[in-house]
Nanobody, 124 residues
Framework: QVQVEESGGGLVQVGGSLRLSCATT??????VGWFRQSPEQDREFVAT????????FYADNVKGRFAISRPSGENTVYLQMNGLKPEETGVYYC???????????????????WGQGTQVTVSS
């Protein structure tokens, strides 16, 4: 099993920045992803990182503004979000899975372990 805990959400103005953290314990995951959920949408893929290689992947609408990372030796994954937009308001969830394959990394239903979520509000 993998335990996952997010932190770092909050209120930010349009164009501002936030850094989310996802601390993992227990079994080493194969990948860790971030997903956003709003009242209008199901959990939407934002970014994911492969644990060992640290290869990163992003949704098209965040490329160039968001950065997912896992510093060497740490069991925490970070999501640096810059240039935030009002439509990016929502609850951000971190998800991990020890057995996920590459083609499945972009769909929330394929991750077995989830944090409780952290609220991000972008005000205009």
């Amino acid at each position: 099993q993998v335990q996952v805990e997010e932190s770092g959400g909050g209120l930010v103005q349009v164009g501002g920045s936030l850094r989310l953290s996802c601390a993992t314990t227990g079994q080493t995951p194969r990948a860790v992803g971030w997903f956003r959920q709003s009242p209008e949408q199901d959990r939407e893929f934002v970014a994911t990182i492969k644990w060992s290689s640290r290869h990163t992947f992003y949704a098209d609408n965040v490329k160039g503004r968001f950065a997912i990372s896992r510093p060497s030796g740490e069991n925490t994954v970070y999501l640096q979000m810059n240039g935030l937009k009002p439509e990016e308001t929502g609850v951000y969830y971190c998800a991990a899975d020890p057995a996920i394959i590459h083609s499945s990394m972009f769909n929330a239903r394929n991750y077995h372990y989830w944090g409780q979520g952290t609220q991000v509000t972008v005000s205009s």
